[in-house]
């Protein structure tokens, strides 16, 4: 169907950019470069017009190509980059809100290579509290690093599993069979909890903020001290919140 000199589907929706977010994705979702017609397998796409798509693709920077096989280009990257930096601007209004509300510390992280960065901190009154800007953390050790694992592809979460999960109190979780079955309930319930994981004192749920393909793009996080957070039913609590204004972020 023509609409115009535009080519479109059922829904409105242009075939030739569809097709084209498509391979991007299943790119960006590999583990490693994949070759044209592996793309197009994955995408439901005959060769040809695999091909024919992803030469424009690499045209315009937005794939790379390296002896046949297809990597997410320098353009994707820049895009991302200015993604990353909008983010708080958006999010910044929902983590005053829940910082209001729960009365605790808010803070937003996003992902970098298999790190997690904090990029806005909302301090709640009264209340003294570590700054975490600019700081990684680690991913097995605390609520935000684990609600990332638990919505990364299964290649990736492979990858952040056989790296060494070292102790930083003696409830870190180390053994990555005890990590999975943590992640697991994550997923089910939608957010991720820690008791002293990183620090002995310090408490804190946290939900991701997922694309369509419920992958986590940034994690918000409530915390705060144990002596605040460890009435029964708190930790709950506040992962449900996260949860509500992680969906509230995502749009």
């Not at 319930?189 to 994981?197: N, Q, T």
Request: net charge neutral; hydrophobic share 40%; glycine share 8%.
């Amino acid at each position: 169907m023509m609409n115009g000199d535009t080519e479109t589907v059922n829904g409105g929706g242009v075939q030739s950019i569809q097709r084209a977010a498509a391979l991007l994705e299943a790119i960006a979702d590999s583990t490693e470069p994949r070759t044209a017609p592996e793309l197009a397998e994955l995408c439901g796409l005959n060769r040809s017009t695999a091909w024919r798509i992803l030469a424009t693709l690499e045209d315009e920077g937005l794939v790379d190509r390296d002896a046949g096989r297809y990597s997410i280009g320098r353009s994707v990257a820049r895009l991302a980059a200015a993604a990353t930096e909008a983010l708080p601007r958006v999010a910044r209004p929902h983590l005053e809100e829940l910082s209001s509300r729960t009365g605790e510390t808010v803070s937003l992280a996003v992902p970098r290579r298999l790190q997690l960065v904090y990029v806005d901190q909302v301090q709640a009154p009264h209340v003294m509290a570590a700054d975490w800007l600019g700081r990684a953390v680690p991913l097995h050790a605390t609520s935000t690093g684990k609600a990332l694992l638990a919505f990364l592809p299964p290649g990736e979460l492979e990858a952040a599993l056989t790296q060494s999960l070292p102790p930083f109190t003696d409830r870190t979780i180390t053994d990555p069979a005890r990590l999975r079955e943590e992640l697991d309930r994550v997923r089910r319930r939608g957010y991720a909890v820690s008791r002293g994981e990183l620090e002995t004192a310090l408490w804190g749920a946290s939900a991701p903020v997922t694309d369509r393909n419920m992958r986590a793009v940034a994690v918000i996080s409530v915390w705060g001290s144990e002596s605040r957070l460890k009435a029964k039913g708190r930790l709950d609590e506040l992962g449900r919140a996260a949860s509500a204004t992680a969906r509230a972020v995502a749009g």
